[in-house]
């Protein structure tokens, strides 16, 4: 007999309404939740069991019986200790979890403005430290999970990403829609890894999305539109102050006066001025359906988005539409089925070389000449022969862009590059699902078995007219090409678990077996060259042109493939004595017949010391555990074939008068290496939580990890004759770290108040390199001509800043000659007053290459993320602000092989005479002391930083208002980001990833942004 | 989940294992011993613009003191094991692992017999030439003839430099008999009789073993500016040597390779897939513009000013008939008005105009501009050759006389009396920035007296020092004095 029940649920303290409150009928999927004044209303039957429940509060249980109305007071659960997060093939409640474990649950992420599910993350859990590669829209980040677990040669360090249970091994995790996600957990000690075996390593983020709740249909929309600027513009010099030194650089080595009347020049081309953006458009819009009833529930959501980048706003863009679908049906009382299944396009629209010296056009406004102007206006000029006879590019009123003849290399004029890019862009197609089918034969025995897979189209089209941007960058004929490809990789998971309690004995056994297979890949591209057009408007594939200008190639990837077994014992005495165990066998194809399979066990115990009899209740330390584990994981993000000897081609030759007849070569690249195996990470970690005074909740983890037989390419050496260097198991790396994070939450009357914060040690050594190796330079990060600027060696951080140290600047010729060894020699006898002094390391009295040393590293060794909410009545206001710090940035942002470059205005305080400067050193022509050209402290800075990354003001409407359009809840929100900076950091962003973090070499910066944004709820 | 599941095979590579099984495959394992050759003028790391560096007809140059550490410290003799461009050691022995890797295949594949001799004596003559580069780079080095197993890797010790020159000579001695007299157009290139009795006659001549030299130098040679058995002949002209179209003309011996049809890019620029030559690219001023109505030929503007000419090799040069074939004198073109460009690094205002590219000479191909120039370079030309013999004949005869005549002739000189100086100052003008004058320098022991004032110094610099990371967990000893 059906009844209709209806009530209202507040919160027992305060006695106002909760909205949101989810209620549901036990022992089956139908329910509903609470408008914004706590009211709801329900149909069941009088037999029935209604479960109230809220993060935060303790749930409730009421039976219907008799009653229509049922009223709940819900009271504050401090503990947090019923929540559940998401494991790795299961669930676990939090307060019987062992490992190290941080969780974000959708409410932490609702109206963050993040284009990407990595900017989302950032700060928000400790142990992760997170990095954008540039502020262009859409680009990836670089993400972190305790440090550095690997040497970075084949992109061992990135964490593995699981959606829904499907591996995402191809193509990044940029398809994915942020309002989609219901949690978010990263897993980062062994003792939680160790589930996912030999790609666990670096870490494992779990993504779960949304699905459907039975009840009432549920409408939401979340829109903003908004406009960004950058942050920062640097200083660099106009055109006068850039002709005095270049007249005091050429002097100072001989040379003429440049520029006579340097004041004559005036300002001159603002080049950053003419790149920048400062109203790049941005606009979001998603909108999600979610609704169910006892058979079946489902989960619709469909977004886009739409960013325009603050550099070069003709060629930097990004746009993703996505798609999703999650059900869930119950066919029988046994057997229940479901799928996730999201598309979503992607295209990227964007300025090519970013964040490089070699002419990106970052680098290009900061190092060109002020003196060249933008647009050649002068009739006269522009009718010289560089103009006339080249194929320039030109503006809307047929004037040519400026082409310095006095910076030349790669730098060129950046509007001008702009142009032979337009319309040039990339996209990708993904379809990312999975489909499940869970036979649950006893109510606690349960066997599952899914399919997932990752389908993905992408590619680009790409024109580049004839065009002459300088003397040295130009194309004589257009290309106009386009390539597609296809990737493909899915798995099988097959999953048995029972769960038993018995006499206060909780058991959980899960046992399963995995197939994987990834990279099943290929790809064509096509060129069409010397079109009869010159734009991309104009280009076409239809054009018939000669089979020599339609080039083509293709490649078919190589297949990775897996084949797992996997196991987990949980147990639990009363939940206070926790124990898991895991273990996981792996197979992989990238490892000699020697060792395909390796095994990773892991082990924790947990004491909830509160649940003790002992434990006296108190308001000092309300809860209480403490928890331990121990694992080993592993890493097979090596080459494929790497222990294999392989015969590879490319060493051609031409023969022949013609001249043209290229002729293929082979032989083999390396000796084969057949004891190639898996990388292995073992892993302690200690951890407590603990709630304080009531409203405190803290977390607390210890971890040493070490990685040994770290996969990396030996160096042969060169008499050997190999073309490429084998992989083999080399050195041995230990990170340790401290985590805290700690959680507030407070009412006070109408205002509710509460703060999440972060804090992350970390400090990372390289402990060995191979019998008798002391330090490596492969995969040491690169700059202009200076070689190698970081080094790996025992004893000291992972590719960490190596060069020469400076003392000063000889600030005249008696302090060069008192410069000297014990023996009376002058260190540096051909110093000139106002360059700089080296530190003689060595101590041998000369300065070489064996003066280097350690300055410092680009990882930050702390991060800290802080998140402030309040609300007061129908207002809302949120802060997120994160800091980093400890490390160092390279700061090259000028290219110092280019005589002429132009340079910041911090060169205005450079050295100019006895007691004018003792840190940035003279400027000539002739700097043969090396003060530029050498990597050397002068180039490194302080990293630290804090930046007030989001504020948040919002504001709901009430309930009189918005019942009239018959929605639940009409909000509307304006938000900053990137408001504030604090860094000495001179270049524009102290935020700067990539494989060796920290290096700036013309970065793409964070853009500065305001967003005005809608939440509707029906 | 068997383990066949996770055997996943290469596509597009082969396993070695299972590769040099016929004659096309024994052809491809041929060309990768060729591709080294490159190494002569392509990429940036090549012989010409580093032997030019450390000589004393050119200073390093390019873009500021830091652009080319290996060139700059060469070129001011603060070269060091960490400066020393490691791939003049490394590129040399891939070559000698790749004709070591084939040499001991060819003897099991199945395929014509006169192919497989003649592939057999290409790869020894090419073993040659690299350890001859090596052996004349560094002195000190090992000498590897077979695949090296993963056992013996960090156990090589080096040879005495006379045990590599014994080598060298036994490689090319059976080479040479089974080496074609000349090759068809669609192979030149290939190795030759008359390349490797020249290269022996050279190898001989630098092992100090004159009358040797001179006796495989003479057969190559012929009568001076008359028949020899492969019709090699001087060029009337001698700035036709450089021009783009003439390659494999009657004075080349043995040339390098390069076009523009790898469409090279700076991913795989100075790889075995850029056939390009970079030589070209190096030496050209930066930023050359022509003002409007400027006389001077319409040359190549992008370049990156290394190897500025000394003005001591523009002093003894300046009244020669080869001056202007040999160098540009951009410094009177510029007050001429004539063309404009930016000075680089060491510029002294004159370039090497052997190398120097016109913008007709631009590719027209598809790969960047700068990294697909279609030069051909030399490793032995007649001129050169001839030199060499009347070097090893010691200066004196009438022979000796006939030879130094003729090159001098050819470019409207009259006869000087032959000496060893003679010849000495000869090879200088005639081969000037063309990479032999400091091997030149150092064979004839001259080298600390004309080097000094870059300083060079005596009993160090006459070899490179050996790159860092070969001493690195091996066996092998630094070079004196480094």
Redesign the interface.
């Known amino acids: 007999q059906t009844v209709e029940v209806r009530g209202k649920v507040i919160d027992a303290n305060l006695s106002i309404g909760i909205s949101g409150v989810s209620i549901s009928i036990k022992n089956s999927t139908r329910g509903t939740t609470t408008s914004a004044s706590g009211d709801y209303q329900i149909s069941a039957s009088a037999s029935d069991v209604l479960v109230f429940s809220f993060i935060g509060y303790k749930p409730v249980e009421k039976a219907i019986g008799k009653a229509s109305v049922i009223n709940v007071a819900l009271e504050e659960d401090v503990k947090g200790l019923n929540e559940v997060v998401v494991i790795g093939y299961g669930t676990q409640k939090k307060s019987v979890v062992t490992g190290a474990i941080s969780s974000i649950k959708a409410k932490d992420l609702e109206n963050i403005p993040s284009g990407r599910i990595e900017t989302a993350l950032q700060g928000r859990v400790s142990g992760v430290t997170i990095a954008a590669n540039a502020g262009q829209p859409g680009s990836a980040s670089t993400v972190r999970v305790r440090g550095l677990t690997t040497f970075d040669t084949y992109g061992g360090n990135n964490p593995l990403w699981v959606v829904d249970g499907v591996i995402i091994d191809n193509g990044g995790i940029g398809f994915i829609n942020q309002s989609d996600i219901e949690s978010i957990e990263v897993l980062k000690d062994a003792a939680s890894l160790a589930i996912y075996g030999a790609r666990a390593a670096s870490g494992v983020i779990l993504v779960s999305t949304k699905r459907g709740k039975s009840g009432k249909l549920s409408v939401n929309y979340t829109g903003f539109v908004g406009s960004s600027s950058p942050a920062k513009q640097l200083n660099l010099l106009n055109a006068s102050d850039y002709g005095t030194v270049m007249n005091e650089k050429s002097v100072a080595a001989g040379g003429n006066v440049l520029y006579p009347n340097p004041s004559s020049l005036g300002a001159g081309t603002d080049w950053q001025g003419a790149i920048f953006n400062n109203n790049a458009q941005r606009a979001n819009h998603e909108i999600s359906i979610s609704g169910g009833n006892d058979v079946s529930s489902f989960f619709l959501s469909a977004g886009t988005q739409n960013q325009d980048g603050i550099v070069l706003k003709d060629i930097s863009g990004y746009r993703r539409d996505n798609l999703r679908l999650n059900s869930t049906h119950k066919l029988s009382k046994l057997i229940s089925i479901g799928q996730t299944l999201a598309y979503s396009h992607q295209k990227t629209v964007g300025i090519g070389n970013t964040n490089s010296e070699f002419g990106g056009p970052l680098s290009s406004a900061i190092n060109l000449d002020p003196i060249t102007p933008l647009v050649v206006t002068d009739p006269t000029a522009a009718a010289s022969s560089i103009y006339a006879s080249n194929p320039v590019l030109r503006d809307k009123e047929g004037r040519p862009y400026g082409i310095s003849s006095i910076v030349g290399q790669e730098m060129t004029n950046p509007i001008a590059y702009q142009q032979i890019r337009l319309g040039n862009f990339d996209w990708s197609d993904d379809f990312v699902g999975n489909a499940f089918i869970e036979v649950s034969p006893l109510s606690n025995l349960k066997f599952k078995s899914t399919v997932g897979a990752k389908l993905s189209y992408w590619g680009g089209d790409f024109f580049t007219p004839k065009y002459y941007l300088s003397a040295t960058s130009g194309a004589a004929k257009n290309t106009f090409s386009r390539s597609s490809n296809t990737g493909l990789g899915w798995n099988i998971e097959n999953t048995v678990s029972y769960n038993k309690s018995l006499n206060n004995h909780n058991i959980g056994v899960l046992l399963g077996q995995g197939l994987y297979i990834d990279n099943i890949t290929s790809g064509t591209s096509i060129t069409y060259s010397d079109l009869p057009v010159n734009t991309y408007d104009d280009a076409s594939f239809n054009f018939s042109l000669p089979a020599a200008q339609r080039t083509g190639s293709a490649y078919t990837g190589v297949e990775h493939r897996v084949t797992s077994l996997f196991g987990r014992l949980t147990y639990d005495f009363k939940e206070k004595y926790l124990f898991t165990g895991i273990i996981r066998r792996d197979g992989s194809s990238r490892f000699g017949g020697n060792n395909k399979f390796g095994i990773f066990p892991s082990f924790s115990a947990g004491w909830v010391v509160s649940n003790e009899d002992f434990w006296k209740e108190n308001n000092i330390v309300k809860s209480l555990k403490i928890r331990s584990g121990y694992g080993v994981t592993g890493n097979d993000a090596i080459l494929n074939f790497g222990y294999l000897s392989t015969i590879v081609g490319g060493r051609n030759y031409t023969y022949g008068t013609g001249g043209v007849d290229i002729i293929s070569g082979f032989s083999p690249s390396a000796p084969s290496n057949p004891d190639l195996k898996w990388e292995e990470t073992a892993q302690t970690n200690i951890g407590i939580d603990a709630t304080l005074l009531k409203n405190l909740t803290l977390t607390l983890e210890v971890y040493r990890k070490k990685t040994s037989g770290i996969l990396q390419t030996i160096t042969l050496p060169g008499y050997v004759g190999a073309t490429s260097s084998p992989v083999g198991n080399v050195a041995d790396m230990e990170n340790r770290g401290l985590e805290i994070e700690l959680g507030y939450r407070k009412r006070f009357g109408d205002f509710n108040f509460s703060a999440n914060g972060n804090v992350s040690f970390l400090k990372n050594e390289v402990t060995y390199l191979g019998n008798g190796i002391s330090f490596i330079t492969s995969g040491a990060a690169g700059f202009q001509s200076m070689g190698s600027i970081t080094r790996t060696q025992v004893g000291q951080p992972y590719n960490a800043f190596f060069g020469l140290q400076t003392a000063g600047i000889f600030q005249n010729t008696a302090e060069i000659n008192a410069y000297k060894t014990a023996e009376g020699n002058v260190i540096q006898p051909n110093a000139k007053p106002g360059d700089f002094k080296w530190v003689d390391t060595d101590g041998n009295g000369v300065i070489n290459d064996n003066d280097k040393t350690f300055l410092g590293n680009g990882l930050p060794k702390y991060t800290i993320g802080l998140n402030v909410a309040m609300d007061y009545k129908n207002f809302d206001f949120m802060f997120f602000a994160q800091a980093s710090g400890g490390n160092k940035i390279f700061q090259g942002l000028r290219r110092l092989d280019i005589l002429n470059a132009n340079y910041q205005s911090s060169v205005l305080s450079r050295w100019t005479g006895e007691g004018t400067s003792n840190t940035y050193p003279r400027l000539t022509n002739n700097d043969t002391n090396g003060n530029f050209g050498k990597a050397s402290n002068f180039y490194l800075e302080d990293g630290d930083f804090v930046r007030l990354k989001i504020i948040q003001l919002g504001y709901t409407l009430p309930n009189a208002i918005i019942s009239k359009i018959g929605a639940q809840k009409l909000r509307v929100f304006v938000t900053a980001e990137n408001l504030l900076t604090l860094t000495k950091y001179t270049g524009y962003d102290p935020e700067i990833g990539g494989n060796v973090f920290g290096i700036d070499r013309g970065y793409y910066p964070q853009a500065r942004s305001i967003q005005f944004g809608l939440n509707l709820k029906f | 989940?068997s383990?066949s599941?996770?055997?996943?095979l290469?596509?597009?590579?082969?396993?070695?294992?299972s590769?040099y099984t016929n004659q096309s495959?024994a052809f491809?394992?041929?060309?990768?011993?060729?591709?080294i050759?490159?190494k002569n003028s392509g990429g940036f790391e090549n012989m010409i613009t580093m032997l030019n560096a450390g000589s004393d007809d050119t200073v390093a140059g390019?873009?500021?003191?830091?652009?080319?550490?290996g060139l700059q410290s060469f070129s001011n003799y603060?070269i060091?094991p960490?400066?020393v461009p490691?791939s003049y050691?490394?590129d040399h022995?891939?070559?000698?692992?790749?004709a070591?890797?084939?040499l001991s295949k060819l003897p099991n594949i199945p395929m014509d017999a006169t192919l497989k001799a003649r592939y057999t004596a290409e790869s020894q003559a090419l073993r040659a030439l690299y350890y001859f580069n090596l052996v004349r780079l560094f002195k000190n080095?090992?000498l590897?003839t077979t695949p090296?197993a993963?056992t013996e890797?960090?156990n090589?010790v080096q040879a005495e430099p006379s045990a590599i020159y014994a080598q060298i000579e036994k490689d090319l001695n059976d080479a040479i008999p089974v080496l074609p007299i000349s090759v068809p157009?669609?192979?030149?290139?290939?190795l030759t009789k008359g390349a490797a009795q020249a290269l022996l006659g050279k190898v001989y001549l630098y092992d100090n073993k004159l009358s040797e030299a001179a006796a495989q130098l003479a057969i190559v040679n012929g009568t001076p500016n008359g028949a020899n058995p492969y019709g090699y002949k001087l060029l009337n002209n001698f700035s036709d040597l450089w021009v783009v179209a003439n390659?494999?003309n009657s004075e080349s011996i043995l040339e390098v390779?390069?076009?523009?049809?790898?469409n090279a890019g700076w991913g795989?620029w100075g790889?075995?897939?850029d056939?390009g030559n970079s030589v070209v690219q190096m030496i050209g001023p930066?930023?050359?513009?022509?003002?409007?109505g400027?006389t001077a030929p319409a040359y190549y503007?992008?370049g990156w000013s290394f190897n500025p000419v000394t003005q001591d090799l523009y002093d003894v040069l300046k009244n020669d008939p080869r001056f202007s074939a040999t160098i540009l004198d951009a410094k009177a073109l510029k007050a001429a008005k004539q063309i404009?460009y930016?000075s680089g690094?060491q510029d002294t205002g004159y370039f090497i105009n052997k190398f120097m590219p016109k913008q007709s000479d631009?590719?027209?191909g598809?790969g960047n501009?700068?990294l697909n120039f279609?030069q051909?370079s030399y490793i032995i030309r007649l001129a050169d050759s001839y030199l060499m013999e009347a070097e090893a004949l010691g200066g004196t005869g009438a022979r000796a006389q006939a030879l130094l005549d003729a090159v001098r002739s050819r470019v409207g000189l009259p006869s000087i009396p032959v000496s060893l100086n003679a010849i000495a100052n000869e090879r200088r003008l005639e081969l000037a920035c063309e990479g032999h004058r400091w091997f030149d320098l150092v064979r004839t022991g001259k080298a600390a007296t004309v080097l000094s004032s870059k300083g060079f110094k005596a009993g160090k610099n006459e070899a490179l020092p050996i790159?860092f990371?070969?001493l690195?967990?091996?066996k092998?000893k630094q070079n004196p004095n480094y």
């Not at chain 2, 599941?5 to 996943?8: A, D, G, P, T």
């Not at chain 2, 491809?28 to 591709?35: E, F, H, N, Q, S």
């Open positions: 989940c383990s599941y996770l055997e996943v290469p596509k597009g590579s082969s396993l070695e294992a590769y495959e491809a394992g041929l060309v990768a011993v060729y591709d050759m490159r390019g873009g500021g003191a830091t652009d080319g550490v603060t060091s960490t400066t490691a050691w490394g022995y891939q070559g000698v692992f790749r070591n890797f084939l080095i090992p590897i090296l993963s890797i960090y090589v157009a669609s192979d030149a290139g290939r390659k494999f390779t390069h076009t523009y049809a790898s795989n790889s075995g897939t056939e930066r930023t050359l513009t022509r003002p409007t400027s503007s992008g404009n930016i690094y631009v590719s027209t598809l501009i700068e279609r051909n790159p990371k070969e690195e967990n091996t092998i």
